[in-house]
């Protein structure tokens, strides 16, 4: 079964518009860049997100969202824990956040 990943970011005070493009471009750089253990091959089967525009005012900080599908919670575990882009991308992210927000479902599963 399929599993949508959302991932929101608060960045800190401070943290630079440049520096927040670089992380948000290579957020998005992810889903070409994480390549399945086995197939050597994508497995990130959708991906996508950007700067928050909601007019309701529930952000809560958060500014910046991105949504990624996997086939299934396998393929989901692995980007997880042992992923070598994803995990890079997350070390590189010490310092430049304030919060981050992770919520994973799979469709229709009430």
């Excluded at 608060?10 to 518009?17: A, D, I, L, N, R």
């Excluded at 990130?44 to 809560?60: A, F, M, T, Y």
């Amino acid at each position: 079964m399929p599993i949508v990943h959302i991932v929101l970011f608060e960045f800190k005070p401070g943290t630079s518009q440049a520096q927040v493009n670089d992380v948000c471009g290579r957020m998005l750089a992810l889903k070409d860049k994480c390549l399945h253990p086995t197939t050597n091959e994508t497995y990130v089967k959708s991906h996508g997100g950007g700067k928050d525009i909601s007019p309701e005012g529930l952000q809560g900080g958060l500014t910046h969202g991105f949504v990624s599908e996997f086939r299934n919670k396998e393929d989901r575990q692995y980007y997880l824990e042992n992923d070598p882009a994803h995990l890079e991308f997350v070390a590189s992210l010490k310092g430049l956040m304030e919060n981050v927000r992770v919520l994973d479902f799979e469709p229709g599963v009430l």
